[in-house]
């Protein structure tokens, strides 16, 4: 993929999703113009991301996505930016 000047991306909503897909495309087109829009601060204190619980779930019913978030999980597991934030507490 290559990248002209005139490539404008805008995404709505700067959560997580949102933030990593503006960053995936400054990085895969560094000429683009990328616009990241939401409703309050960057990060929101009110988004699904703000706090500090997660679940990683694979219960999908499309066997993509359920590979999908497999494969996520490893990531956070090993990768050594992820790693030191990635805390396993069982399962229910």
């Not at 404008?8 to 113009?33: C, D, H, N, Y």
């Amino acid at each position: 993929m290559t990248s002209a000047t005139d490539d404008k991306f805008l995404i709505v909503g700067a959560g997580v999703f949102g933030a990593a897909t503006a960053l995936e495309l400054r990085k895969r087109l560094p000429a683009s113009q990328v616009t990241l829009l939401d409703s309050g601060p960057f990060p929101n204190p009110t988004s699904a991301s703000a706090d500090v619980n997660k679940i990683i779930r694979a219960d999908y019913p499309d066997p993509f996505y359920m590979a999908l978030a497999l494969e996520a999980r490893e990531m956070w597991r090993r990768d050594l930016i992820y790693k030191p934030y990635y805390h396993q507490t069982g399962m229910f």
